[in-house]
């Protein structure tokens, strides 16, 4: 049954919401295969004015936070101004509330010892037979006995809570961060687990991928695989 747009005739997930599928029921699971599979032609991604404010203070060595500022003052306007469309509004009004939650939070993350460029436009991951489109928005680097290594950030920007949902979904998302690295190398050096990052704006937290074949790297490729199997009567 097509929900709003046509069909997809090969497996293809993205990886939000890969990672959310892994924390969901079974109702909820098959949900979102229908949303991957029926993608809707009028969603606007929200947020992605945020995330290039974000970028330009991360990738800028001196991190000056009147970026951050400026940022904010940017949304602020479009808020007070009485011909901005109310969807734009919106998603101006919650990307001043994550602006101003990473400003407080970006000490405590520390983040000062990275070094971040901003992330070149990348082929999906193939895994288990889906395709799994996993955009990172930063490349990561550091130096460890003098040998350089490379790891990227996916920066996770949605509406603040306390669930435990939202750590173990951080977990998985730096996970595929870390498997994106491992597969296309867009950076310099040797990938490394620890610099692969999923950064929950709103939550003020960091999650951090683990090295070798870790459990969450089975059960990305056990969900996959699952996906794959249904995927032709969903």
């Known amino acids: ?26 109702v909820g699971k098959l ?5 991957n599979k029926y993608p809707s032609k009028h969603v606007v991604s929200p947020y992605q004015e945020c995330k290039k404010w974000l970028i330009r203070f991360l990738a800028d060595d001196a991190r000056d936070r ?43 993350l520390e983040l000062g010892k990275l070094t971040f460029r901003a992330a070149p436009k990348l082929a999906p991951l193939m895994i288990k037979g889906v395709k799994v489109p996993t955009t990172l928005d930063l ?18 920007l949605t509406q603040a809570d306390e669930s435990d949902k ?25 990938p490394l687990a620890r610099i692969c990052l999923a950064i929950d704006v709103q939550n003020r937290a960091k999650y951090e991928a683990r090295a070798g074949a ?12 699952m996906i794959k199997s249904i995927w032709p009567s969903v």
């Open 214 to 225: 870790s459990r969450r790297r089975s059960n990305i490729e056990a969900a996959c695989t």
């Open 66 to 108: 009147t970026v951050l500022a400026r940022g904010i003052e940017y949304f602020e306007q479009l808020i007070e101004d009485s011909t901005t469309p109310t969807s734009k509004r919106e998603d101006a009004r919650r990307s001043t509330a994550a602006l101003n939650a990473f400003f407080t939070a970006y000490n405590a």
């Open 31 to 35: 949900g979102i295969i229908r949303r």
């Open 1 to 26: 049954m097509a929900l709003d747009g046509r069909a997809r005739a090969e497996p293809q997930i993205s990886a939000n919401d890969l990672a959310l599928y892994l924390v969901s029921s079974d």
């Open 139 to 156: 490349l990561t680097s550091t130096t460890v006995k003098n040998e350089e290594q490379q790891g990227g950030v996916i920066l996770r």
């Open 166 to 190: 939202r750590e173990e979904m951080g977990g998985f998302t730096a996970t595929l961060a870390y498997m994106q690295v491992e597969d296309k190398q867009p950076g310099i050096g040797v």
